[in-house]
């Protein structure tokens, strides 16, 4: 081979090396970018999800609650309806 082709191969070699070299810097800067985004976009995700569960749990309990109030007011009115009829045979017995 002549010293003029070799010359000209070890500068196109140089340049694609460059190029792939360039390329790469490039996609790991556009990896960097995506990361940033989507760990943002999970943080946001992650604090709906919090929010969300905390208002299930909430509501939960609030059903819990409603739901022993409303077992122990059958029990009441129960109690006071039989109140009320033995209250009612006394007066009619007298």
Known sequence: ????????????EDRTATLIAGEIGSLHGDIRL???RLGKRLES???R???QAGLIQSGARAMARFSEFAENSEERWTALVSRVEALEK???SK
């Open 1 to 12: 081979m002549d010293e003029e082709l070799k010359t000209y191969l070890q500068g196109m």
């Open 34 to 36: 995506s990361e940033e």
């Open 45 to 47: 995700i992650d604090t």
């Open 49 to 51: 999800l919090r929010l």
């Open 90 to 92: 006394r007066l009619e």
